[in-house]
Antibody
Framework: EVQLVESGGGLVQPGGSLRLSCAAS????????MHWVRQSPEKGLVWVSH????????SYADSVKGRFTISRDNAKNTLYLQMNSLRAEDTAVYYC???????????WGQGTLVTVSS | EIVLTQSPGTLSLSPGERATLSCRAS???????LAWYQQKPGQAPRLLMY???IRANGIPDRFSGSGSGTDFTLTISRLEPEDFAVYYC??????????FGQGTKVEIK
C-alpha cells in the first residue's frame, strides 16, 4: 500500500526556518516525480514545488522561489522541503504528493500544519 | 498562468440526485492533463479522475469526467451520502506548471 507521511510542521516566528519531511512507503521514491502542495483557507490548494525522479530537476511557485528548497533522499525514500525566511502567508497545511503518468497527484500524505506567527 | 474557475461555488442537492460541476480554464488545457479531486473535512485530497475522463483506482462509475479545451465537467450520476464533499479541478501546463481551481462544495440539501 502506498503511504506518504509528512512531519516537521509547527509554530515558527516570521523570518524563521523549518524543514518538512515526507516518508514514503509501499513504492520506490526513485521512480517518481514528487511535489509539495499547500492549502490554506485564504488561498485554497496551491502547488509549491516539484522534484524529478533523481532530484536533478526542480521547480517552484513564484511565491516561494529563493526561500524554499525541495530535495530528496531516494535511498531513505524520503522527500524534504527546507523553508527559510518564513512569512505569515506561508501558514498552511503542507502535503507531499506523488505524480502520476498524466501529471496528476495520485497519492497524498495526510499533511502537516505550518503556522508562521509571532 | 492558467487560472481554473470552478462553478458553482456550492451545490445543494439531495442523495440520489445528479451533480454537474464545471471547471473553466483561462487558456486551453490539454485534456490529458486535467484532473479532479475530492476532499472531505480533515482529510487530504483524493484523486478521482485524470486525463479529464479516466477514473482513478477504486473510484465508482457514478463519477465521470468530460470536456476539452477550456471547459471541463465532473458528473456524479447519483449522489451517495459519502459524495458530499469539496471537489477541485487541477491542470498541468505552462508555468507555474500545476494549478488548482478554487473548489466546489457539494452539500446536502
Amino acid at each position: 500500500e502506498v503511504q506518504l507521511v509528512e512531519s516537521g510542521g509547527g509554530l515558527v516566528q516570521p523570518g524563521g526556518s523549518l524543514r518538512l519531511s515526507c516518508a514514503a512507503s509501499g513504492f520506490s521514491l526513485s521512480n517518481y516525480w514528487m511535489h509539495w502542495v499547500r492549502q490554506s483557507p485564504e488561498k485554497g490548494l496551491v502547488w509549491v514545488s516539484h522534484t524529478n525522479s533523481d532530484g536533478s530537476g526542480t521547480s517552484y511557485a513564484d511565491s516561494v522561489k529563493g526561500r524554499f528548497t525541495i530535495s530528496r533522499d531516494n535511498a531513505k525514500n524520503t522527500l524534504y522541503l527546507q523553508m527559510n525566511s518564513l512569512r505569515a502567508e506561508d501558514t498552511a497545511v503542507y502535503y507531499c504528493a506523488r505524480t502520476g503518468g498524466y501529471f496528476e497527484f495520485d497519492n497524498w500524505g495526510q499533511g502537516t500544519l505550518v503556522t508562521v506567527s509571532s | 498562468e492558467i487560472v481554473l474557475t470552478q462553478s458553482p461555488g456550492t451545490l445543494s442537492l439531495s442523495p440520489g440526485e445528479r451533480a454537474t460541476l464545471s471547471c473553466r480554464a483561462s487558456q486551453s488545457v490539454s485534456s490529458s492533463y486535467l484532473a479532479w479531486y475530492q476532499q472531505k473535512p480533515g482529510q487530504a485530497p483524493r484523486l478521482l479522475m485524470y486525463g479529464a475522463s479516466i477514473r482513478a483506482n477504486g473510484i465508482p462509475d457514478r463519477f465521470s469526467g468530460s470536456g476539452s479545451g477550456t471547459d471541463f465537467t465532473l458528473t456524479i450520476s447519483r449522489l451517495e451520502p459519502e459524495d458530499f464533499a469539496v471537489y477541485y479541478c487541477q491542470q498541468y501546463g505552462s508555468s507555474p506548471g500545476w494549478t488548482f481551481g478554487q473548489g466546489t462544495k457539494v452539500e446536502i440539501k
